[in-house]
């Protein structure tokens, strides 16, 4: 089955506790994203990857990080969580074909307290 | 500051009848715009799409309307389904070497009442 896959779905850390969220998808796909959801200001775009080594700062990139070594994989990474952190995260990949979109991840609810 | 604007919070349709959700962006770099739906506990997929070289866009039930004169957009969903209950994102993106960096609104909840 296409798809994209988030792990893990559910995370509760602590300020300044290192993590990664891992994002894998089996569609070939060059492009992948990272978006954050909070209430009032639906998604916003993080970090981007057109491919293999090549990534660039959405909207919102402070406090994160991510790396492309593979095409299959973007993992996002905090390096020191703050609670305005707290947010839901998706995955996103597509191929270059724009018509049809991103296929997002289920998602990862994170609290940071 | 939104560059793609969703100012209808929620939306409730009786079933059978036409939904019409709305969208209106700001940057004019913006050339192709899409259309998601959301389902609680899952994540966005992708609904339609439409180029700003045109000015509709039709999928079944599902209609996209580009007005770049208004920088506005429309999603026509009809008939309208139980099963159409989500929340729709508008999205869009600007053409720069690629499609990647997409803008999304922040979404309409839609009901659909039976």
């Known amino acids: 089955e296409a798809q994209v896959t988030q792990n893990p779905r559910y995370l509760i850390t602590v300020t300044g506790k290192k993590l990664t969220v891992t994002c894998s998808q089996n569609?070939?796909?060059?492009?992948m994203s990272w978006y954050r959801q909070d209430p009032g200001l639906g998604l916003r775009q993080i970090y981007y990857?057109?491919?293999?080594?090549?990534?660039d700062k959405g909207d919102v990139p402070e406090g994160y990080k991510v790396s492309r070594k593979e095409k299959r994989n973007f993992p996002l990474i905090l390096e020191s969580p703050s609670p305005n952190q707290t947010s839901l995260y998706f995955c996103?990949?597509?191929?270059?074909?724009?018509?049809?979109?991103?296929?997002f991840g289920s998602g990862t609810r994170l609290t940071v307290v | 500051d939104q560059q793609v604007k969703q100012n209808s919070p929620s939306l409730s349709v009786q079933e059978g009848r036409i939904s019409i959700l709305n969208c209106d962006y700001t940057n004019s770099m913006f050339d192709y715009f899409l259309w998601y739906k959301k389902y609680p506990a899952e994540g966005p997929t992708f609904l339609i799409s439409i180029s700003s070289i045109k000015d509709k866009n039709e999928d079944g039930r599902f209609t996209v309307f580009l007005n770049k004169s208004a920088k506005h957009l429309s999603l026509h969903i009809v008939p309208s389904q139980p099963g159409d209950s989500a929340v729709y994102f508008c999205?869009?993106?600007?053409?720069?070497?690629?499609?990647?960096?997409?803008?999304f609104g922040i979404g309409t909840k839609l009901q659909v009442i039976p």
């Open positions: 990857s057109m491919n293999v080594e090549v990534t």
């Open positions: 569609m070939n796909h060059e492009y």
């Open positions: 996103a990949s597509s191929a270059r074909d724009r018509n049809y979109g991103y296929t």
């Open positions: 999205a869009a993106s600007p053409y720069s070497g690629g499609y990647q960096k997409v803008t």
